[in-house]
Nanobody, 117 residues
Framework: QVQLVESGGGLVQAGGSLRLSCAASGRPLSNYRMGWFRQAPGKAREFVAADNWRGGTTDYADSVKGRFTISRDNAKNTVYLQMNSLNPEDTAVYYC??????????WGQGTQVTVSS
């Protein structure tokens, strides 16, 4: 089992940037495809990005393509989400997740991102 802890959220003005981090413990991140999801108030959790683990594809939601970048540092057992050109619609709790087979099995507790207009 892997434990995930997100950090880096906060309050930022529209047009600004944030970098979220997700630190893993328990097992190496290199064992998993990693992804980011978000949940805005009153809305369902939605997919944001997933990385190209072991030669696969890097995937992004259409709403964040060209603005967000997912990356990882296996030596630090950490995955990142660089978020640029933020807008108020990006306000949400952001979660990282580790995939097992085709299931997003492990989840962090989330970090709040608030973008003011």
């Amino acid at each position: 089992q892997v434990q995930l802890v997100e950090s880096g959220g906060g309050l930022v003005q529209a047009g600004g940037s944030l970098r979220l981090s997700c630190a893993a413990s328990g097992r190496p991140l290199s064992n998993y495809r990693m992804g980011w999801f978000r949940q805005a108030p009153g809305k369902a959790r939605e997919f944001v990005a997933a990385d190209n683990w072991r030669g696969g594809t890097t995937d992004y939601a259409d709403s964040v393509k060209g603005r967000f970048t997912i990356s990882r540092d296996n030596a630090k057992n950490t995955v990142y989400l660089q978020m640029n050109s933020l807008n108020p619609e990006d306000t949400a709790v952001y979660y990282c997740s580790a995939q097992v087979s085709t299931t997003w099995r492990y989840w962090g507790q989330g970090t709040q991102v608030t973008v003011s207009s």
